[in-house]
DNA sequence: TTAGGGGTATTT
DNA sequence: AAATACCCCTAA
């Protein structure tokens, strides 16, 4: 009793500890923290529903078949005991808390917390009524993160020198983070009834869309007000003209140039950025990364920020590609002007990753436009997505800790760029500890050749909605690769819906907000200086199934049966759910979920063959059936493309990061907090706003589910592997459940056949043909997991290599998001190594096993 | 409030 | 004993 907490007092940290502490800064040093970016905080929670609970169930999973890793103590946990005593002495109570497991329930909040509300918003996710903690405090639920996801805790806290590990539970298959947040709305068209409404509303309203949108119609819908003026300019485009807005595509006219300047302009900032404002803030941030726009982000903070920024990516991707328009210039609003200066930084773009760029600008630049119709967002992590592979849940036993090499890996950009140079198989190749997963290689070989087309192509399935809208949008994004088309799909792109998809989080119903910050209720005037915070808010999922196409968690052992899946399909309201499925912590561990997940996400990708692709093929198709539809692209082109950088990746961070990071942490200058979400506003995720969309889409996923399986990769490990027959595993999952959602979606969006081929996909694994570059991605995944894990376990692969070419790319993005500037890759991420050695205190308990 | 570092209770 | 998971403290 008595003193509890006292600071420790003698306690003689081990050696270790200081051991290294610090080359630096000693234990003063300084760290730099986070900047907070502004936690915008405030989402509003809405209340949501709080349907998740089932936690009843809970429990961990206990036995869930022995897999418990850390958990099976739990049980045992004397603390335990405390429950009952919590109460009483007020002692212990007061003094210290007694130590509470984690449960998969609350880890699984936790994870869908960070993709609501961002990581790094401890406090708003404990606030978040739909997510339930078990008297956690912020810090416990930073410490959680920290601990049961030290990859994305790297990632996301770089500063961090201590607690590494090597673990990787937050990452999902495809490398994507669980965490990262993703915002997407997904894209509903308009119906025909929304746009006789429209047309109803600007007749009597005129272009007062907020007022418009009031329309029960539109609210059913969750459109935004910005959403009904971009469907108003696509859709009647004369008369928005006359109404006083520049077109936004209208062929003839590319932009209206200049009248904009009032509204027009902005307009297109509406339409281009959400953050208004922002555009130029962003597109100069991007600036620096332009180059790979793919990856967007640097990401300074945390991978996640990419949403943010991705959103501003593609406005930056835009923008980029109205840079280089030709004429543009002379048109373009403020937002342009921006891009302007990224121009150049396009250029380096095209120069280092031309292949990488099309990925990431497909999406965004599909999405942002032609998003308007469509309202949504959800593909924004199409990109992430597309990198998904799930190499462990393939099959890679060991992969358990990846980690961070492994998220490195995830990271779209490294992919995307090694894949464009390296990859190929051969990074893959060399490690397979996988080997088994045959399949893997050739497409990770297809994808080198294909790489380009295949990372234009991950991106691709996000904007595959946009496509939806603007088909031409998307064939000039794809043009753009090549280099063309600049303006049109530009502006169009232009347009944005990026806002919207921030909006959205206003929007919300329940909160209903009487004003937009961003747009005037009059048509085009979006002001949006608002949401340059909020980048994402998390995907809704939409109803669809794909909304989050990126979250998928696989970190998180539970998900023992629910899931998110079920989350939704029941209950559509809530975007969370939605998201959690996608987010949901599935661990690595379960295949099946992964089907799920990768419906949910919708990027997809990688998985390929050993994944089951279910879902997330699904989402694939859909992203490429419509694109495709649309397009006429095959599939492959969506597909995307291997992931074989992802070696790459780890390797480099793996390298040297302890000690650099160790240095560059001393410096740290940067702190880069993880704000992604943060960063922006968070959107309040409850609100879904966008879900529901579709009644179809709720198919009924077995609650049930899977039994669970713990989590830990580890155990994982002999699990089964579906290394060869991916779909195997899928299949065993319900695949109709899984499957309904994408199928749902799929339908919806566009096409059966995608359905279709996903079914036979999923029967043979034929579908290899249509994914080779899945494969290719699965591929890569595994490499990654396979170095990261193991321990001994060296990539061999390349880390010169990698570090070399991806190095600047690929570390540039995401590392150098911290940093910025100052390191390249940043030693932190380096840091991943095993773990050995950085810093060892933690390290050691971060897993660093070794 | 959070990031980041440290400590300790537990577990392995 | 090492590793781990959870808790705390403190600087910013």
């Not at 198989?425 to 990770?444: E, I, V």
């Not at 059966?752 to 043909?769: C, E, F, G, I, Q």
Request: net charge neutral.
């Amino acid at each position: 009793m008595s003193t509890t907490k006292e600071p420790a007092r003698c306690t003689p940290p081990s050696a270790s500890t200081f051991s290294f502490t610090a080359p630096f800064s000693p234990a003063s040093a300084l760290k730099q923290r986070r900047v907070s970016l502004a936690l915008p905080s405030s989402p509003r929670l809405v209340p949501a529903w709080s349907f998740r609970d089932d936690s009843g169930l809970d429990s961990h999973v206990a036995e869930t078949s022995g897999a418990m890793s850390e958990k099976k103590g739990s049980k045992m946990r004397k603390i335990t005991a405390d429950d009952s005593e919590r109460d009483e002495p007020a002692t212990s109570a007061l003094e210290k808390k007694q130590r509470k497991k984690w449960t998969e329930e609350e880890t699984q909040m936790l994870v869908d917390g960070c993709n609501s509300w961002g990581v790094g918003n401890w406090k708003a996710i404990l606030k978040d009524p739909k997510l339930k903690f078990d008297n956690r405090s912020p810090v416990d639920l930073k410490d959680r993160f920290r601990t049961y996801f030290p990859d994305a805790y790297r990632q996301h806290y770089p500063n961090a020198k201590t607690h590494l590990s090597s673990r990787v539970r937050s990452t999902l298959p495809d490398g994507t983070s669980i965490f990262e947040k993703t915002r997407s709305k997904k894209r509903r068209p308009f119906t025909a009834e929304e746009d006789q409404a429209l047309k109803a509303g600007y007749e009597r309203h005129g272009t007062v869309w907020a007022t418009i949108v009031k329309d029960p119609i539109f609210m059913e819908q969750n459109r935004r007000s910005t959403d009904l003026r971009d469907r108003f300019r696509n859709a009647f485009p004369e008369l928005y003209q006359a109404a006083g807005y520049k077109p936004r595509n209208t062929p003839k006219k590319k932009k209206r140039e200049v009248e904009p300047a009032k509204r027009a302009a902005t307009d297109d900032q509406l339409a281009m950025s959400s953050n208004s404002a922002g555009p130029v803030r962003r597109r100069r941030a991007h600036t620096t990364q332009g180059w790979y726009r793919g990856g967007t982000k640097s990401v300074p903070e945390s991978t996640t920020c990419s949403e943010d920024e991705s959103s501003g990516d593609e406005e930056e991707q835009q923008a980029i590609p109205k840079s280089r328009r030709p004429g543009a210039s002379g048109t373009i609003p403020q937002a342009e002007e921006s891009s302007l200066s990224d121009a150049p930084a396009e250029a380096d773009m095209d120069a280092i990753e031309p292949l990488s760029e099309p990925l990431s600008i497909p999406d965004y630049i599909g999405s942002s436009q032609s998003l308007s119709e469509m309202t949504d967002s959800s593909q924004s992590q199409a990109w992430s997505s597309a990198m998904d592979a799930r190499p462990w849940s393939a099959g890679s036993p060991t992969s358990s800790h990846m980690s961070s090499d492994y998220l490195l890996n995830q990271s779209p950009y490294h992919r995307r760029s090694d894949g464009m140079n390296m990859i190929g198989k051969s990074a893959w190749g060399t490690q397979d500890w996988f080997s088994p997963n045959p399949r893997l290689d050739p497409s990770g070989l297809s994808s080198g050749s294909s790489s380009y087309a295949s990372g234009g192509i991950s991106p691709a399935p996000s904007s595959p909605f946009s496509f939806h809208n603007l088909n031409h949008g998307v064939l000039d994004r794809y043009d753009l690769f090549p280099s063309s088309f600049p303006h049109d799909f530009a502006s169009e792109v232009g347009a944005g819906d990026s806002h919207s998809t921030f909006s959205d989080p206003e929007m919300f119903p329940s909160s209903n907000f009487s004003g937009f910050t961003h747009h005037s209720n009059y048509a085009g005037d979006l002001i949006f200086g608002a949401r340059s915070h909020q980048p994402q808010p998390s995907s809704y999922g939409s109803g669809f199934g794909f909304g989050t196409p990126g979250l998928g968690l696989t970190g998180v052992p539970q998900s023992t049966g629910v899931h998110p899946m079920q989350l939704h399909t029941s209950s559509l309201p809530g975007i969370d759910e939605i998201e959690l499925g996608a987010i949901n912590l599935n661990d690595q561990v379960d295949a099946p979920h992964d089907a799920m997940e990768g419906t949910t996400s919708t990027g997809i990708q990688k998985n390929s063959s050993e994944r089951p692709m279910g879902i997330a093929d699904l989402n694939h198709f859909n992203l490429s059936s419509h694109s495709l539809g649309l397009l006429d692209l095959p599939d492959d082109f969506h597909t995307t493309p291997p992931a074989t950088p992802v070696t790459t990746s780890r390797s480099l961070q793996r390298t040297s990061s302890h000690m650099h990071h160790m240095a560059s942490t001393h410096g740290r200058s940067i702190s880069v907090p993880p704000s992604e979400h943060r960063a922006g506003p968070s959107r309040p995720p409850q609100t879904h706003a966008t879900s529901q969309p579709l009644p179809q889409s709720v198919p009924p996923f077995s609650p049930t589910s899977f039994p669970q399986q713990q989590v830990d990769v580890e155990q994982f490990s002999p699990s089964p592997i579906p290394q060869q027959t991916p779909y195997g595993q899928d299949i065993q999952r319900p695949p109709n459940d899984l499957y309904d959602l994408p199928f749902l979606d799929l339908h919806y969006y566009s096409s059966n056949h995608s359905a279709l081929n996903l079914a036979a996909m999923n029967d043979t694994a034929s579908k290899d043909d249509t994914d080779s570059s899945r494969r290719g991605q699965a591929l890569d995944l595994a490499q990654a997991a396979s170095s990261m894990k193991p321990v001994g376990v060296h990539h061999p692969l390349s880390l010169g290599q990698h570090i070399t070419q991806s190095f600047a790319s690929a570390a540039g993005k995401l590392h150098l998001s911290h940093h910025r500037g100052q390191s390249a890759i940043s030693p932190k991420d380096l840091l991943l190594r095993k773990g050995s050695d950085n810093k060892r205190k933690r390290s050691s308990w971060d897993g660093g096993a070794s």
